[in-house]
């Protein structure tokens, strides 16, 4: 009789551990599966927000099987920006005042940008690299990247009363233009990736945007663009300069203004 | 990306209860659904709405789970809170577990989806994505696995079906919060068992049906023609002719909206289409290419100089960012043609990307 209490009392008690057993793991098993949808929530919430600046099939291709190291040639249209006089002034402002000043600047210029199409590749320092058919072809990328400087500078022009009104230095902008063919992939290193284009277009829309403070002038277009370019855009030709690295002199074109009727619903 | 992370405007068109109208899909569907009174003002589109679907076209050789299940996926990879949260609602009426849709939507390249069907669903993803176009050749993964042209072809037509619903609802930027009140309630489930005997007796597969000598001419019948054997072919000609009669836009204002998609596609075939028609309704030949090239001419009417640009919105673009021109589209156009807008530009970016069924043998 004792004997089978002692049996019950053993088998009463593995029971109570094998259930504690199986409820923990069950528990954990339930943590992990929490966890684990959780962390695949966040990747394909990651994709998708990826997808803005990258295409989807890039972002999906790292994502399965790491970072692909083919490029693909593209034709893009470049547009780069760049502050006037940003080291004098990063030099005689408070810093926290100059941090706000530019990520004041950063969003407006972004939105411009965004609306037509186009999308930020890299900021440098003060300069944006923006890139217009490079994520998804388009065949309105020139038109796009003008509209979208034309919008810069109106945003620059609103934003310059905000910061006159806060009794702060205005900004003034020099954006260069230029279409041609580039690579566009995956750069950088394995703690650095960017998809972004590189060749001569990204160097020429740079030289081109640094001749704004030649000529005087806040948005200078290349040939090329000037080409493809709605002609009802208002241009003004200015003198050929030589440029860094090219072999030519380039003539380049002022933009002014678009026709009235290009009105703002191309976006 | 998970449905409460996509960014939703508020509607700014005006429901319109047509009693004959939602007896119609009443009839067809079994209830109205709340994005009905939206599209009022453009019969058409609720029309198409209700028939493009499996109630109106029913399928013929792909299985209607796998069909749910590419609704899902194109709804959520074009971020259509709409549609997502009304395909959630139909898996679960179809005994599709909440933790398997989780899966799929939480993580879809690594969820457990056999092969040939992940081969499917992304033959169809392509073709919503465009980018770029897909062609034959697209088709030879699932070639390989043993898909035959036919079922091929009505995954395109399934993908485009998508499309279309997708840009429907997200362009007129529909109210979700019924929709995804329904799609997340726990009675789904229990109801589910109910639901799915009314509904078994709508989704049979269909032996296939042979387009009528009428119905293989008429706007984009190339198209038409190449679904011929899908019951989606007749139904199909229909939308397209009750489209193309309908009065808020003129037809060469509708023939411009699918050139541009086109163009901004880069479907050739869509735009030989689309131009002919231009062409066949008053805007010569030389007068195109301008408006192809930069969105705007002077040979535009006002109406068209503020349709070309929406169209081109509409080919790709987060919901947020398609909803906001409508928003401004409404601030220059009467609400009437807003909505046969957004119906004409939901269309032709469905048709426009559906040229890969014209070239598969």
């Known amino acids: 009789m004792r004997l089978a209490w002692l049996i019950a009392a053993v088998a009463a008690i593995a029971a109570a551990l094998l259930a504690t057993a199986l409820y923990r793991s069950r528990r954990s098993d339930q943590r992990a599966r929490a966890r684990l949808g959780t962390t695949s929530a966040e990747l394909e919430r990651l994709s998708h927000a990826f997808a803005r600046f990258a295409p989807m099939e890039l972002v999906e291709r790292v994502i399965a099987s790491g970072v692909p190291t083919r490029g693909e040639r593209k034709e893009v249209t470049v547009l780069f920006a760049d502050l006037f006089g940003f080291t004098p002034l990063s030099e005689s402002v408070d810093p926290s005042v100059l941090v706000r000043i530019l990520n004041g600047y950063f969003e407006r210029m972004s939105a411009a940008i965004t609306a037509h199409h186009g999308h930020i590749s890299t900021l440098i320092g003060d300069g944006i690299l923006a890139l217009f058919g490079a994520i998804e072809a388009n065949p309105w990328q020139t038109d796009d990247a003008v509209r979208s400087a034309l919008a810069m500078r109106e945003e620059l022009v609103a934003y310059n009363r905000e910061l006159a009104a806060a009794s702060l230095p205005t900004l003034r902008l020099g954006v260069g233009l230029h279409r041609g063919s580039g690579i566009a992939g995956l750069v950088g290193s394995p703690e650095l990736m960017q998809f972004t284009v590189v060749g001569t277009v990204v160097n020429v829309a740079a030289r081109v945007q640094a001749l704004t403070r030649e000529h005087d002038v806040d948005i200078l277009i290349t040939p090329a663009v000037q080409r493809a370019l709605d002609p009802r855009f208002a241009l003004r030709a200015l003198p050929p300069r030589e440029l860094k690295g090219i072999a030519e002199p380039v003539a380049t074109f002022a933009v002014l203004e678009q026709a009235a009727e290009l009105d703002p619903v191309h976006r | ?361």
């Not at chain 2, 449905?3 to 209830?31: I, N, S, T, Y």
């Open chain 2, 1 to 361: 990306m998970m449905l409460r992370d996509v960014e939703w405007e508020a509607c700014a068109l005006q429901p319109r209860h047509d009693r004959e109208l939602e007896a119609f899909v009443r009839e067809k569907l079994g209830a109205v659904p709340s994005a009905v009174p939206y599209f009022a003002a453009s019969p058409w589109i609720v029309r198409a709405l209700t028939n493009l679907g499996y109630n109106g076209a029913p399928l013929v050789g792909v299985d209607y789970a796998l069909a749910d299940l590419l609704g899902l996926v194109v709804s959520q990879d074009n971020s259509c809170r709409y549609c997502y949260g009304v395909q959630r609602t139909v898996m679960r009426i179809h005994g599709v577990p909440e933790a398997r849709i989780r899966e799929i939507e939480q993580n879809y390249l690594e969820a457990e989806i056999e092969p040939r069907t992940r081969l499917a669903l992304d033959f169809a993803r392509r073709i919503s994505r465009a980018s770029p176009l897909v062609s034959a050749s697209d088709a030879a993964d699932l070639r390989a696995t043993g898909w035959e042209t036919p079922a091929i072809r009505e995954l395109a037509y399934l993908s485009a079906y998508n499309v279309f619903m997708n840009r429907l609802m997200t362009t007129a930027a529909i109210p979700i919060t019924g929709v995804e009140r329904v799609a997340g309630h726990w009675a789904v489930g229990w109801l589910a068992p109910l639901a799915r005997l009314m509904m078994r007796r709508r989704w049979r597969h269909s032996p296939g049906t042979r387009l009528s000598p009428e119905q293989r001419s008429g706007p984009w019948s190339y198209l038409v023609c190449a679904l011929d054997g899908l019951p989606a072919a007749g139904v199909l000609r229909t939308v397209i002719d009750q489209m193309w009669d309908s009065p808020h836009l003129t037809r060469r204002a509708k023939a411009l909206v699918f050139a541009v998609i086109a163009r901004g596609l880069d479907s050739s075939l869509a735009e030989r289409e689309a131009t002919g028609l231009i062409e066949a309704n008053g805007l010569e030949r030389g007068e195109i290419e301008p408006v192809l090239t930069h969105l705007s001419s002077p040979a535009l009417d006002p109406v068209e100089a503020a349709i070309v640009p929406f169209a081109r919105g509409t080919i790709r673009g987060r919901p947020t960012q398609l909803q906001e021109r409508t928003r401004a589209l409404l601030a220059r156009l009467p609400g009437e043609q807003v909505v046969e807008t957004v119906g004409v530009c939901a269309l032709a970016n469905a048709l426009c990307r559906l040229s890969v069924v014209t070239q598969l043998e």
